[in-house]
């Protein structure tokens, strides 16, 4: 039995199912935090796959060849830094009222009649440097007067919003899944944001503008007085003067900047002769931590110590925008270390071995295992570390392209939004946000997020066909 379990496609096959069942029934059922449970699936995995015990955990001695540090560093190293100052720059950008001179510049570029299109876009490009829940806590007051303004449902203009943070917060750097899949695949930042780009805008447009509009005049939601009354208080108490706000341009500048320099550094490293001159300066710029660093640096400067912000103030922001931080990047750590067992144990040849045998693209088997995590245990970071864990092996042999590698995470992180229900953080957070019952969620929100999975997964397939 141990042999068979150990050594044949079947045994090894079996592993591998039995191991994502065991993490989902410790994260459902048992209410096990994710990365406690990637981590203890993960040493199950490895011993009952014979992986012996110092290549598995190191001696006494030295750890540091082993599968669990390894497992940890390998993508800890890549994503830490680029997650923690992506953190502070959208937290330096929503403190200094970036957000509402985005949305009144919007607001009064695209008139009333087109307030919702604004808004979205608003969510669009504010929701590169922040998180999907900060932005939505930045944002909904604006929602709410403009639909009050307009006496329409508020779900008109929530949609739109919500449906630009998603896709921003899904397919592109800095945010924690796509730069942790871009890790765990081995792929550039900067095709990451090339076809993140790609994926993201067409399913905005059909969910945040089409389905949005469509919805929005079916169910009516009226703007409850107490969150009118409840933004102007949260805008009061976080400082929201007026005196002097940043300009449109310095905004769109400090956001811009970083995804200017990564894709300079991607392009130069393709274009330009290696061990140049100019090539050592793009690859220096491009490289996403450095790039973040001076988009940050010129952040805390420029939106905070000229506009008044004290020393205290900024480090305060900083800490307190980093805490949430910490949870994010056990889990891709945690993730890490499951895939390098995979990969050790042979799991992942035995499943690349089996897809090529049937025939079953790559992207599709990611696009799938991806959704199946993500309806079952509700968060999206998980199921995009725990897919590209998966994954990773299998791609291995397959000799894929950067840009086709790229497209693989796209059919992932595509994957970890559909379906977003009651085991999800996000649907509550909409829900309590937007003063929408379970029904309304269910019937706007969750069938939002459906569309843009699927067409985002459209989209990155029919990529892959011509990349």
Not at 44 to 57: I, R
Not at 230 to 257: F, K, Q, T, Y
Request: with cysteine; aromatic share 8%.
């Amino acid at each position: 039995m141990i042999d068979w379990l150990q050594h044949s496609t079947g045994g090894l096959l079996t592993l591998a199912v039995v191991s994502i069942a065991l993490l989902l029934l410790l994260i459902i059922k048992f209410k096990v935090e994710p990365f406690i449970a990637l981590i203890v699936v993960a040493l199950l995995v490895a011993l009952a796959a014979g992986v012996p015990v110092e290549a598995l955990v190191g001696s006494a001695q030295k750890a540091s060849d082993s599968l669990l540090e390894k497992g940890f560093g390998s993508i800890l190293g890549h994503i830490a830094a680029i997650i923690g100052l992506g953190t502070l720059l959208g937290a330096i950008l929503e403190a200094s009222g970036g957000a509402q001179v985005l949305m009144d510049k919007l607001m009064s570029a695209f008139g009333e009649k087109r307030a919702p299109v604004a808004i979205g876009l608003a969510g669009l490009i504010f929701g590169v440097p922040v998180f999907f829940d900060i932005g939505i806590f930045v944002l909904a007051p604006l929602v709410y007067v403009a639909a009050k303004r307009s006496g329409k449902s508020i779900v008109l203009f929530a949609m739109p919003l919500l449906a630009g943070l998603s896709v921003m917060h899904a397919f592109m750097p800095p945010h924690p899944g796509p730069v942790a899949a871009a890790g765990l695949l081995g792929v550039s930042l900067g095709w990451i944001i090339i076809m993140g780009l790609a994926v993201a805008l067409p399913s905005w447009f059909v969910g945040g503008v089409l389905y949005s509009y469509w919805i929005g005049k079916r169910i009516n939601v009226p703007v409850p007085e107490e969150m009118l009354a409840a933004a102007e208080v949260a805008r009061a108490e976080n400082g929201g003067d007026d005196r002097d706000p940043p300009s449109l341009g310095l905004v769109l500048a400090i956001i811009g900047l970083p995804l200017v320099l990564i894709l300079a550094g991607t392009f130069g490293s393709i274009l330009l002769t290696k061990g140049s001159k100019l090539y050592s300066i793009a690859t220096f710029f491009g490289t996403p931590a450095v790039a973040l660093t001076i988009s940050v640096l010129l952040a805390f400067w420029l939106l905070g110590f000229r506009r008044g912000m004290t020393r205290e103030k900024v480090a305060e922001l900083s800490s307190a925008s980093l805490k949430p931080v910490a949870m994010i990047l056990l889990v891709v750590g945690a993730g890490g270390f499951f895939g390098a067992v995979l990969a050790a144990t042979g799991i992942g040849k035995t499943l690349a071995n089996e897809l090529s045998g049937i025939g079953l693209p790559v992207i599709a088997l990611a696009y799938v295992i991806s959704c199946v995590i993500r309806i079952a245990q509700g968060s999206a970071t998980v199921a995009i570390v725990t897919t590209a864990g998966i994954v990773a092996p299998v791609l291995k042999d397959l000799d894929y392209s950067q840009p086709q590698l790229a497209l693989v995470v796209m059919a992932i992180a595509s994957g970890s939004i559909i379906a977003s229900h009651v085991n999800d953080g996000g649907f509550w957070i909409v829900s309590r946000y937007f003063g929408l019952s379970v029904k309304e969620t269910l019937q706007s929100w969750t069938v939002l997020e459906t569309i843009l999975s699927v067409v985002g997964f459209v989209v990155a397939a029919l990529l892959s066909l011509v990349v």
